[in-house]
């Protein structure tokens, strides 16, 4: 989380952060700040809250003859989100600057000995101990990339950095250790950027930095060494995205743009891979031999979020066709036990970003014990992309909503396609049953645009239920993960407390809630369990719960029991996540729509968690 912006060159600086940050709004939210090298002097300009409230500043501050600067937009974890809190941070006598993305384990051993050398803290941030001590080191090294390399060696934790110096009116440094920093390249300026929508806008020559890598830029220069001032050869390479990729595109919000991108992301994630279905599927990015997919004892799927739902569904296809036993758990539990991988087991991380910080550290410690590790993420460009011995790419563009719904269905797409693959690898599932997935599957897209096309019913229906506090959504089997994605885009949004339930444990204790204040969402698709789900959701009914199904069934009887009948195309049970996850992403997003809520920004959140 906190994106990071910096700029070395003769254009309007200002413009240039503002428009970078702007554009890494998704990495937090909760204040944001700028500093400049402005007519020879380091100016600081920060606002508490969105965005907006900086530029209202910059626009009242015009500042003139700039060469460089930094900006930050910032998810607190140290210190409430306050404008004194707000970064850049600076030194004693303000010339040494520093935005900062990330979290310094030891700021408090660092604060007590710089405050030990006469610093005074302003704030209650780890990064002001940053800024103090590359100062502190600047004073005897008298050089910003020494004093910036010098800092480093004594941090603890995670960070990007972009740091500048009065003094040195034309050199930025950045630095980076497990949180990300691209440089990104132009004529006559350079910049740095914790992602690349902050610069598509200008320029798609990119280099990413790798951990303890130092860049030093000037306008018509960029060095990169390692910690020891050593030069560093690194490749450069170019975006492939367009600026379009990261606008709206008349849709009033970036949720609702890019539910409604998931026809052609669900074509370009079967792309190359699944195109008739009489040909196996084909996963080149998958790096083990036949030899070592039959011999595959086990596989661990390890994400966090809406990833993590994606990994449940991932579990059973797998289970189910590949007859290989799967466990899925969230990074932030993985990492804090005892894990039994080993090189028998092959290790998948799902992630959208890429970066998420827990999940980094459990594929690494996966590695760190031999296992292979397969990455399915939408950035192939994103630090776990990077260390996978393996890597599908799902290819949904970018996703700027907070909220996560064409990744999600991208990464079902993924995992679909690997399962299959390795069912053929395996001979492991009925020929016939794959061969009608791969059609059904190749028939996705345009069942996905039927439920979009029709789109009234869950608007009416988001209406009837915006004013409820609570939500139960059940379902069971493979639909279960799709009810807790379903749950969890609800709560994300609008603030509803939604919770998702196996339909057959409600009986067992959720149960107790349920009257007419508790509506109850019920997946009801045909096949093994619909006849159970639609039991527990007379259950409800008996309760006097309001009921809403979710289902593809034509069954006239279900008007009796549901008040909203929220239809999708018939579609064989496995692949129904696809199908299901739609609707519930509408109804959420039309929910907190009615409640006016900031949809694409929702409060608290933040799209990549780069912090434990
Ligand atoms: C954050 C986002 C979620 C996302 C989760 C995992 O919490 O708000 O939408 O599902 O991180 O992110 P990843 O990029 O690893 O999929």
């Given at each position: 989380?906190?994106?990071?912006?910096?700029?070395?060159?003769?254009?309007?600086?200002?413009?240039?952060?503002?428009?970078?940050?702007?554009?890494?709004?998704y990495?937090?939210?909760?204040?944001?700040?700028?500093?400049?090298?402005?007519?020879?002097?380091?100016?600081?300009?920060?606002?508490?809250?969105?965005?907006?409230?900086?530029?209202?500043?910059?626009?009242?501050?015009?500042?003139?003859?700039?060469?460089?600067?930094?900006?930050?937009?910032?998810?607190?974890?140290?210190?409430?989100?306050?404008?004194?809190?707000?970064?850049?941070?600076?030194?004693?006598?303000?010339?040494?600057?520093?935005?900062?993305?990330?979290?310094?384990?030891?700021?408090?051993?660092?604060?007590?000995?710089?405050?030990?050398?006469?610093?005074?803290?302003?704030?209650?941030?780890?990064?002001?101990?940053?800024?103090?001590?590359?100062?502190?080191?600047?004073?005897?090294?008298?050089?910003?990339?020494?004093?910036?390399?010098?800092?480093?060696?004594?941090?603890?934790?995670?960070?990007?950095?972009?740091?500048?110096?009065?003094?040195?009116?034309?050199?930025?440094?950045?630095?980076?250790?497990?949180?990300?920093?691209?440089?990104?390249?132009?004529?006559?300026?350079?910049?740095?950027?914790?992602?690349?929508?902050?610069?598509?806008?200008?320029?798609?020559?990119?280099?990413?930095?790798?951990?303890?890598?130092?860049?030093?830029?000037?306008?018509?220069?960029?060095?990169?060494?390692?910690?020891?001032?050593?030069?560093?050869?690194?490749?450069?390479?170019?975006?492939?995205?367009?600026?379009?990729?990261?606008?709206?595109?008349?849709?009033?919000?970036f949720m609702l743009k890019e539910i409604h991108e998931q026809p052609d992301v669900i074509?370009n994630a079967l792309?190359?891979?699944?195109?008739?279905?009489?040909?196996?599927?084909?996963?080149?990015?998958?790096?083990?031999?036949?030899?070592?997919?039959?011999?595959?004892?086990?596989?661990?799927i390890?994400a966090c979020g809406t990833s993590l739902h994606a990994a449940m569904i991932a579990k059973y296809i797998?289970?189910?066709?590949?007859?290989?036993?799967?466990?899925v758990?969230?990074?932030?539990?993985?990492?804090?036990?005892?894990?039994?991988?080993?090189?028998?087991?092959?290790?998948i991380g799902i992630s959208q970003s890429g970066?998420t910080?827990?999940t980094?550290?459990?594929?690494?410690?996966?590695?760190?014990?031999?296992?292979?590790?397969?990455?399915i993420t939408n950035r192939?460009?994103?630090?776990?992309?990077?260390?996978?011995?393996?890597?599908i790419p799902v290819n949904a563009g970018i996703e700027v909503s907070v909220a996560a719904t064409k990744s999600f269905n991208a990464q079902l797409i993924a995992l679909y396609l690997f399962?299959?693959?390795?069912?053929?690898?395996?001979?492991?599932?009925?020929?016939?049953?794959?061969?009608?997935?791969?059609?059904?599957?190749?028939?996705l897209p345009?069942?996905v645009?039927?439920i979009l096309?029709?789109?009234?019913?869950?608007?009416?229906?988001?209406?009837?239920?915006?004013?409820?506090?609570?939500?139960?959504y059940?379902a069971?089997?493979i639909n279960y993960a799709a009810a807790l994605e379903g749950a969890l885009k609800l709560k994300e949004i609008?603030?509803?407390?939604?919770?998702g339930?196996?339909?057959?444990?409600?009986?067992?204790?959720?149960?107790?809630?349920?009257?007419?204040?508790?509506?109850?969402?019920?997946i009801?698709?045909?096949?093994?369990?619909?006849?159970?789900?639609?039991?527990?959701?007379?259950?409800?009914?008996?309760?006097?719960?309001?009921?809403?199904?979710l289902?593809?069934?034509?069954?006239?009887?279900?008007?009796?029991?549901?008040?909203?009948?929220?239809?999708v195309?018939?579609?064989?049970?496995?692949l129904s996540p696809v199908l299901t996850s739609v609707p519930l992403q509408l109804l959420a997003y039309?929910?907190?729509?009615?409640?006016?809520?900031?949809?694409?920004?929702?409060?608290?959140l933040?799209k990549s968690?780069?912090?434990?």
């Amino acid at each position: 989380m906190c994106g990071i912006v910096g700029y070395v060159g003769a254009k309007p600086v200002v413009k240039i952060l503002l428009d970078g940050l702007s554009k890494l709004e998704y990495r937090g939210y909760d204040s944001a700040g700028l500093a400049v090298n402005s007519d020879g002097k380091i100016k600081i300009f920060k606002a508490e809250g969105k965005l907006q409230n900086l530029k209202d500043i910059m626009e009242k501050n015009p500042v003139s003859n700039t060469t460089m600067g930094i900006g930050h937009i910032r998810w607190a974890t140290h210190g409430a989100p306050t404008t004194v809190n707000a970064h850049p941070h600076s030194c004693n006598c303000g010339k040494l600057v520093v935005v900062h993305n990330g979290i310094i384990e030891n700021f408090k051993e660092l604060r007590e000995e710089l405050e030990g050398y006469g610093c005074v803290f302003k704030t209650e941030t780890d990064t002001e101990t940053v800024a103090h001590l590359i100062a502190h080191e600047y004073g005897k090294l008298n050089s910003l990339p020494k004093a910036v390399r010098a800092a480093v060696k004594q941090l603890k934790g995670a960070y990007a950095l972009c740091v500048m110096h009065q003094d040195e009116p034309n050199v930025l440094v950045g630095t980076r250790k497990n949180a990300p920093l691209i440089v990104a390249l132009g004529e006559g300026e350079n910049y740095l950027a914790s992602d690349c929508p902050a610069i598509i806008e200008y320029t798609k020559r990119v280099i990413y930095l790798d951990d303890d890598e130092v860049a030093v830029l000037t306008p018509d220069t960029v060095l990169i060494t390692d910690i020891d001032g050593k030069q560093v050869v690194k490749k450069e390479e170019i975006l492939p995205w367009e600026p379009v990729a990261i606008s709206k595109m008349g849709y009033k919000h970036f949720m609702l743009k890019e539910i409604h991108e998931q026809p052609d992301v669900i074509r370009n994630a079967l792309a190359g891979k699944l195109h008739d279905v009489n040909s196996p599927v084909k996963l080149d990015e998958v790096k083990l031999t036949a030899e070592q997919i039959k011999n595959l004892k086990r596989i661990e799927i390890i994400a966090c979020g809406t990833s993590l739902h994606a990994a449940m569904i991932a579990k059973y296809i797998i289970e189910a066709f590949c007859n290989i036993p799967v466990d899925v758990e969230a990074s932030s539990e993985y990492i804090y036990r005892k894990t039994v991988t080993d090189k028998n087991t092959l290790v998948i991380g799902i992630s959208q970003s890429g970066e998420t910080s827990d999940t980094i550290t459990a594929i690494r410690q996966a590695k760190a014990v031999g296992s292979h590790v397969l990455i399915i993420t939408n950035r192939p460009d994103s630090i776990m992309a990077r260390e996978a011995d393996s890597l599908i790419p799902v290819n949904a563009g970018i996703e700027v909503s907070v909220a996560a719904t064409k990744s999600f269905n991208a990464q079902l797409i993924a995992l679909y396609l690997f399962a299959i693959y390795i069912a053929e690898i395996k001979d492991s599932f009925d020929k016939i049953h794959i061969k009608n997935l791969k059609q059904e599957m190749l028939e996705l897209p345009a069942k996905v645009e039927i439920i979009l096309s029709h789109k009234e019913n869950i608007m009416k229906c988001a209406k009837t239920f915006s004013s409820f506090r609570n939500f139960i959504y059940i379902a069971r089997g493979i639909n279960y993960a799709a009810a807790l994605e379903g749950a969890l885009k609800l709560k994300e949004i609008s603030y509803i407390n939604a919770t998702g339930y196996p339909a057959g444990e409600l009986k067992h204790g959720p149960i107790a809630m349920l009257d007419e204040t508790m509506p109850v969402l019920a997946i009801l698709m045909p096949g093994v369990v619909y006849d159970k789900v639609l039991s527990n959701a007379e259950e409800s009914k008996a309760r006097n719960a309001r009921l809403i199904a979710l289902t593809s069934s034509e069954d006239k009887e279900l008007e009796n029991l549901f008040e909203y009948i929220l239809k999708v195309p018939t579609v064989d049970e496995y692949l129904s996540p696809v199908l299901t996850s739609v609707p519930l992403q509408l109804l959420a997003y039309y929910i907190a729509e009615f409640l006016g809520k900031d949809v694409d920004q929702p409060r608290n959140l933040a799209k990549s968690v780069t912090v434990e």
